[in-house]
């Protein structure tokens, strides 16, 4: 496909500017992308309630019929739950009386979803179960006659699920899961594959635009330049065998990258020299952080997996999360980690998934500079000046890059893809 070099003007209605997208295409992205609270509430309705699946949480969450998990879908408040007979289900957190949420905690357990306003109360499948005095009292009040219970249910999302992964949508017209993830979905059934336990959770406030972050798991070109404790310590290094997996439409991504397979070559040699992050002077006192093993012996020893527009899976040695990124308004975002194992881990394996959250976790010594990154690269654009970041490594086009890891390939695609749901 040939660079897409078409633009369009947008008026935002906030901010009164009109906005043209860059000629050269997706090789751009406009700063304003970033910092538009009109551009923010259009990706609500366009994005996130829009043609996507958003992940929503682990099916180990909700094991038990009657469990419930409270989340969020861009700014809209939603519940999974499990109902009776055990089928997943996903609702808009907002009673169908006067639009009070009827959950209020994180997790939980009910045989209904009970608005504390009211009573109105609503059954796991979100249908309406009870209105309190619909009926009035001594001849006076309630209902009209022609009050329809089946017509005041919650808001009702497909829910799909893969691997213990679940997943919701707004939309009826995308396709299921996993059509929609095509050959990313590989990437899932390689990791989860047996039955998981979810070992705890953070979630931290990245004073960023949601998007930041979304292009930064994309960004394999970044991970062995930024990421001291990678180069340095050969978690993953430029010159290991790797590559870069796209589904057709470009919407998701995996990469991985596996220790100990080396290749120098004289360019390698002299372009590592220049990078801080591979640093051979640097030692560890104790070294234990960094152990590992390779429980799928394949070698693989780092996989990011980024899907369209909020999910990210990772395993990165033995540590395996899953990271849920919120948006807050257009300036931050609520990034939150679920850490898990599988049921059967031992607990040795249990504890060195632990350990690597040191490294890997939100706090962690490698994923730390994700988050700082976002937020810097806000505060250097957030002013309102003109100007776009190039994203021209690997070449041009969706396909330039190939699977080489040195490469925007995937960005280029997500701005392809952002474009045509925002009609930019
Ligand atoms: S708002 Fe929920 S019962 Fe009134
Ligand atoms: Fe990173």
Known sequence: MSCNAEHTVSISRLTGQARTWPEEGYTRAPYWAYTD???YIQEQARIFRGPVWNYVGLEAEVPNPGDYKTTFIGDTPVVMTRAEDGSLHAVVNRCAHRGNMVCREPFGSAKRLYCVYHAWSFTLEGDLSNAAFSQGLRGEGGLPKDFDKSQHGLRKLRVDTLCGLVFASFSEDVEPLEAWLGDVAQGIRRVLNRPLKVLGYDTQRIHANWKTY????????????????????????????????LDAAGRHVYFYTKAGTEKKSADYEKASSELRSHNDQLTLED??????K?????????????????FVLHQIANSLATRQLIPRGVNQSDLVWTYFGFEDDDEETTRMRLTQ?????????????DAAVCEMMQRAFA??????????????????????????????????????????
């Open 214 to 245: 979304h292009e930064n798991p994309r960004d394999s070109y970044h991970a062995n330049i930024l990421h001291t404790f990678y180069g340095t310590f050969g978690l993953s290094r430029q010159s290991q065998e790797s590559a870069m997996v």
């Open 287 to 292: 070294p234990g952080i960094l152990k590992w």
């Open 357 to 369: 959250i040191n490294l890997v976790g939100s706090a962690g010594m490698v994923s730390v500079e």
């Open 383 to 424: 002013d309102g000046e003109e100007g776009a970041s190039f994203i021209e490594m690997g070449g041009k086009t969706l396909e330039s890059g190939g699977s080489s890891k040195l490469s925007e390939r995937a960005i280029r695609n997500f701005w392809h893809n952002y474009r045509q749901y925002m009609g930019l």
């Open 294 to 310: 390779d429980e799928y012996g394949d070698g693989v020893s780092v996989q990011i997996l980024n899907t369209c527009p909020s």
């Open 37 to 39: 609270p009109d551009i």
